[in-house]
């Protein structure tokens, strides 16, 4: 279990509060003790949700899985501190392998807009598949804060996978598809790519407009779980439902608005495999990431954020059910290995092999 170094720059109790006179976006909470009991009026909500903007506040308070996630949270964080301490030359040693996203992401190495601004943003993907296993199955070597934090990673991710599923399952009953269906598409033992993310992003280098940390982007898997303390997500005020490729930009006219940090709630929002497999009933909402504003952005900004994603080998092709209309079956020969891969060299990644 990591222990909190003396002089942590992650000290969420004595961040300044989320300023008042900026624009944000109204979200709705559900409670997941609520969604575990099989709330119908809470899985009434969900759906609707998801049939709109995509994203909500998840309250965790109430049930186990839910104590999981916060005090999880926390303790990757400092994980992520040691890592992130560690020398370039360390830290590189961990970069992507060829067609995979799991390892290291420098600072700058991808692409904000069309003119080709970099990010500021680096982190850390820790995939699901290596974690869950004994260490002599695993893909890839990791640095050693994280494989001495391995059972709080299996445990995190276990937990993450199965509010996910329990989210999706919701949304398969009402959508008239076999619960069978999502379950069978994101199988947790099933090569895939669910991952955790360790994200810091720096201080705000001057008041003025601040730079992007993560671009204008969709999420390329299923459902995604945010966790986060300061300020610095926005969401594009207008939702589209195209699970394709695009500029990076939003395809609709709008605004970004930010999304407030609720203590004690994650944040949950479908990704375009929810749009592709249900023929765009579902809504992936685009968003980015820039530094905190007013006094939070004197701070670095660090989240933690779970992916579930479909299995390797799942074939791209929407579900069938009551609730799905038929439809171009866009991108119907790609694997979902293939298709995030495709869809992460959109978003501006750079694969130097």
């Not at 969604?35 to 609707?48: C, G, I, K, M, P």
Request: proline share 7%; glycine share 10%.
């Amino acid at each position: 279990m990591p222990h909190k170094e003396e002089h942590s720059e992650f000290t969420p109790n004595q961040y300044p509060p989320f300023p008042d006179n900026v624009p944000t976006v109204e979200l709705q909470t559900i409670s997941l003790a609520k969604l575990l009991n099989s709330d119908a009026a809470e899985q009434d909500r969900v759906f609707d949700i998801c049939k709109g903007r995509g994203f909500f506040y998840l309250e965790l308070g109430g049930c186990d899985a839910g104590e999981v996630i916060l005090r999880g949270a926390d303790d990757i964080v400092l994980v992520g501190e040691e890592v992130f301490k560690l020398p370039v030359d360390e830290k590189m040693k961990y970069k992507p392998a060829q067609q995979s996203l799991f390892g290291y992401k420098f600072a700058g190495s991808s692409v904000t807009d069309k003119t080709g601004t970099p990010d500021t943003a680096e982190f850390f993907n820790i995939s699901k598949n290596d974690m869950i296993v004994p260490d002599n199955q695993m893909s890839r070597s990791w640095p050693a804060p994280v494989l001495d934090a391995k059972p709080l990673f299996s445990a995190y991710m276990k937990t993450a996978h199965d509010i996910g599923m329990r989210i999706l399952g919701v949304l398969a009953e009402k959508l008239g598809v076999d619960h069978t269906e999502f379950a069978t598409r994101h199988r947790i033992a099933e090569s895939s790519g669910d991952h955790v993310r360790i994200t810091r992003g720096p201080p705000r280098a001057s008041e003025e407009m601040p730079e992007i940390q993560t671009p204008s982007h969709t999420d390329f898997g299923t459902i995604t779980i945010l966790m986060n303390w300061l300020g610095g997500l926005q969401v594009w005020s207008e939702s589209a439902r195209k699970a394709q490729l695009s500029d990076g930009q939003p395809d609709i006219p709008g605004e970004w608005l930010w999304v407030r940090p609720k203590r004690g709630c994650a944040i949950i929002n479908l990704g375009d495999a929810a749009v592709k497999f249900t023929n765009g009933v579902l809504c992936s909402g685009r968003h980015r990431v820039v530094p905190s504003p007013g006094a939070q952005g004197k701070w670095p900004r660090y989240s933690i954020v779970y992916f579930v994603r479909p299995e390797d080998k799942c074939g791209m092709k929407q579900l069938r059910g009551a609730g799905i209309p038929d439809g171009p079956e866009e991108g119907e020969g790609l694997t979902a290995k293939e298709w995030i891969f495709e869809q992460a060299k959109g978003l501006g990644n750079k694969f130097d092999n």
